[in-house]
């Protein structure tokens, strides 16, 4: 069992940046992947990126060379996963969900982000 914690969601205009955070109840190396997927209004949820506990990143094409994920140890119990946001463009809006691996699917409770025109 893991609980994950989202922060960093906001407005924001076109060209801007973001960096949502996801805090982990536990060890990056306990968990088989980790990472962001986003939700907009009337669509279905879609991976944005994630990351294996070797480090292994996945994005999906519409944010690759603007989005980043890495994600950070800080003791054995916790880690927390970043999504570095660049380049916003409005049709990055969204709700974005921080998802984790163990033996089953786990999800945060979602932070919005909204990139205004």
């Known amino acids: 069992q893991v609980q994950l914690v989202e922060s960093g969601g906001g407005l924001v205009q076109d060209g801007g940046s973001l960096r949502l955070s996801c805090a982990a109840s536990?060890?990056?190396?306990?968990?088989?992947?980790m990472g962001w997927y986003r939700q907009a209004p009337g669509k279905q949820r879609e991976l944005v990126a994630t990351?294996?506990?070797?480090?292994?990143?996945?994005?999906?094409d519409s944010v690759k060379g603007r989005f980043t994920i890495s994600t950070i140890s800080r003791d054995n119990a916790k880690n927390t996963v970043y999504l570095q946001m660049n380049s916003l463009i409005p049709e990055d809006t969204a709700t974005y969900y921080c998802?984790?691996?163990?033996?089953?699917?786990?999800w945060g409770q979602g932070t919005q982000v909204t990139v205004s025109s």
């Open positions: 998802y984790a691996q163990i033996r089953r699917d786990y």
């Open positions: 990351i294996t506990s070797r480090g292994i990143t996945n994005y999906a």
């Open positions: 536990r060890s990056m190396f306990s968990i088989n992947v």
